[in-house]
C-alpha cells in the first residue's frame, strides 16, 4: 500500500508564495512520475505540473513560468514552488504520483488534498 502526505497549502495574497510538498511512504518500487492537480469550485480537476523519472517536466500553460516542479527521489517527495501567485490559483491541490510496487503492478495514487486560497 502506498500514502502520499501532502503539506504546504494556505491562505496568502495575491503575489505571493507558497510551497507544496507531497512525500510517498509504503511499498515503492520505483516512481515514475509524481505531479500536481487542482481543483477549484465548480471546475474540473486538471494537470497542474509533473515531473517524470527521467527529470523531464511537463506544466499547465496557465502556470509556466510561475510555478516550478522539482523531486528529491532519496526521499521521494516531490515539491512545486509557486510564486507570482493569482486568485486564480485558488484551489484544492492533489499530489498524484504513479508508483510501481512490483514488477508486475503499477497503479496511480492520489493525496487527500491541500487548500490554496489567494486573496486579491
Known amino acids: 500500500q502506498v500514502q502520499l502526505m501532502e503539506s504546504g497549502g494556505g491562505l496568502v495574497q495575491a503575489g505571493g508564495s507558497l510551497r507544496l510538498s507531497c512525500a510517498a511512504s509504503?511499498?515503492?518500487?520505483?516512481?515514475?512520475?509524481m505531479g500536481w492537480h487542482r481543483q477549484a469550485p465548480g471546475k474540473q480537476r486538471e494537470l497542474v505540473a509533473v515531473i517524470n523519472s527521467d527529470g523531464s517536466t511537463d506544466y499547465a500553460d496557465s502556470v509556466k513560468g510561475r510555478f516550478t516542479i522539482s523531486s528529491d527521489n532519496a526521499k521521494k517527495t516531490v515539491y512545486m514552488q509557486m510564486n507570482s501567485l493569482k486568485p486564480e490559483d485558488t484551489a484544492v491541490y492533489y499530489c498524484?504520483?504513479?508508483?510501481?510496487?512490483?514488477?508486475?503492478?503499477?497503479?496511480?495514487?492520489w493525496g487527500q488534498g491541500t487548500q490554496v486560497t489567494v486573496s486579491s
Open positions: 498524484n504520483a504513479r508508483i510501481r510496487s512490483s514488477y508486475y503492478s503499477v497503479n496511480n495514487y
Open positions: 509504503g511499498v515503492i518500487f520505483s516512481i515514475n512520475a
